[in-house]
């Protein structure tokens, strides 16, 4: 399993985590990927947490990027939130010789209801598909303008936003990009949609490096896996969270975490080459994936 590449976890809540014990009352319309601009230490030294356990490609802290209206101040924030954070992550990956992608967020993260864990936001007429196009369509600007070309097009809920961010990236040819959906079963999204059908459009694009699922139960990760690898041409990614389910009236985590180290060498088996977490994976379920994978009688032990 030596060619398994260690991603990051939850940047967005690990930092969430992080500015509370500094500032009780942060709030910011960009949720935790505000924390760029008021708390950029903390977005290098929550990066860093993950490098030092061994995560090879981190995410940006920019998820949770959008806007309201399209308009030059606005644009301009979030131009300069993911240029300041890009500068971060290209100082890290000098001096540790680690990669990194530019996260980009479902249309959901402007309302800021988790509603990419249902997908409403699609069938109760808050937007159309000119607000999908206009929302990828404006975070690949600010992308391709600090002439970066890796992307990560995170937590989508439905067929059909997939359909439109695929093409919205065929208008930016150079740029690469890790594509995950919201995964509710074996076989459905969040809005209930076919993920195999999303495999269908996803395979055999050149710009996809790898397809999968984040922000998902990670019992789900195998069966998946085994599903898509037959059909996909490219390789999968997995980054879900840790086994244990939200609750949001009481906001936290409730059940059980689920071991996902059982499950690498059959993930393997099945074309994931990318593993990571979400939410609420920190950096020492990473650091135990990591020293599992180093480990090579490990596998036995499960």
């Not at 709030?27 to 008021?38: F, K, V």
Request: aromatic fraction near 10%; include cysteine.
């Amino acid at each position: 399993m030596e060619n398994i590449t260690l991603l990051d976890g939850g940047t967005g809540h690990l930092l969430s985590e992080r500015i509370a014990e500094v500032l009780p009352d942060f709030d910011h319309p960009m949720w935790s990927s505000g924390i760029i601009e008021s708390h950029p230490e903390l977005v290098k030294a929550v990066h860093e947490e993950f490098i030092a356990v061994g995560s090879q490609i981190l995410f940006s802290n920019t998820y949770s990027l959008h806007f309201r209206t399209i308009n030059e101040d606005e644009i301009k924030f979030i131009h300069d939130l993911m240029l300041e954070n890009v500068m971060i992550l290209e100082d890290l990956a000098n001096k540790w010789n680690v990669k990194y992608c530019i996260s980009i967020g479902p249309v959901a993260v402007k309302f800021h209801d988790c509603s990419e864990y249902s997908a409403s936001y699609l069938d109760d007429g808050r937007i159309n598909d000119d607000d999908i196009y206009d929302h990828y369509n404006v975070l690949l600007q600010q992308v391709q303008k600090i002439k970066k070309n890796f992307v990560a097009f995170e937590t989508i809920p439905s067929f059909i936003e997939v359909k439109i961010a695929l093409k919205v990236l065929q208008n930016y040819p150079n740029v690469k990009c890790f594509l995950t959906v919201v995964a509710t079963s074996i076989e459905q999204t969040a809005h209930g949609d076919s993920i195999m059908d999303i495999a269908k459009i996803v395979s055999g694009n050149n710009q996809i490096i790898a397809f999968g699922v984040n922000c998902s139960d990670p019992r789900l990760c195998l069966p998946i896996a085994e599903r898509l690898s037959p059909m996909l041409t490219q390789k999968l990614i997995m980054k879900p969270n840790d086994g244990r389910i939200f609750d949001q009236e009481q906001k936290r985590y409730t059940g059980d975490r689920y071991d996902l180290r059982q499950d690498l060498a059959e993930l393997f088996k099945n074309k994931v080459h990318f593993i990571g977490g979400c939410c609420s994976v920190g950096p020492d379920i990473i650091q135990s994936y990591q020293r599992f994978l180093q480990c090579g009688n490990c596998v036995s032990q499960f």
